[in-house]
């Protein structure tokens, strides 16, 4: 049983300074999730880790299973989850490359998703509170370890979460902007809903690692992007050491 889970995303498929306790393969009544789960103890603590996107990351964002991946990390005893999120800049503020940004709210463009464990086999209709979509306390944590570590960070934004796997067209990211969305992913629901219907507390770290579709006069190459993740994972690890002895 551990109280704290990582799910990492594009470019963190491992956490290289996990001390690797066991694997384990579990299943859901909503089948497979990504990935064996991880167990270890990372900065002196128990963890479970979980990639997203499958250990070679070959699962596209909109085919992972969200539901499988909640449903499996409740059932390891976690409470928390750290979600990492590789993606765009379209605020002002969240252009610049390898900024750290701990989203405050989220706004949903996906579709066709298993989103929800409430569906029609349920015995009566279930309602979520999701005013605020992300736990405060944890966000808090976050960006008090990063204010220690003087990593570049934001401490709120707008998570626009497309359905991918393609990028977004220059006049979806205006309307995007419109709406109020600060950065845009295609990995942040329905997991944060998810997490939300199973009472667990969680929170998202988010890499900038290009400016979004026509924010930029020459749009960044796919090289450029993974340049730009592996240096920036550097900086999630490292926040993410910070962040786990300061989780009580």
Known sequence: MTGIA???GSGLTQLRNLEIVRREVVRTPYGEPSAPM????LSGREVVFLPRHGPGHTIPPHEVNYRAN?????QTGAERVIAVNAVGGIS???????????????????????????GSEQKK?????FSFPY??????????????????????GCYGATQGPRFETAAEIQRMERDGADI???????EAGLAREVDLCYACVALVVNPAAGKVEKPISLREIEANLESGMARVRQLLEQTIPLIS
């Open 38 to 41: 991880v167990y270890g103890r």
């Open 70 to 74: 909640i449903w499996a990390l409740k």
């Open 184 to 190: 845009v992913g295609m990995t942040g629901m329905p």
């Open 92 to 118: 002002s503020d969240y252009l610049e490359s390898m900024v750290l940004v701990i989203p405050d709210q989220i706004i949903d463009y996906t579709w066709g998703r298993a989103h929800t464990f409430f």
């Open 6 to 8: 990582i799910i990492g």
């Open 125 to 129: 209709v279930t309602h979520v509170d």
């Open 135 to 156: 736990c405060e306390a944890l966000r808090g944590i976050l960006i008090d370890a990063a204010t220690r570590s003087k990593l570049p960070v934001r401490d709120r």
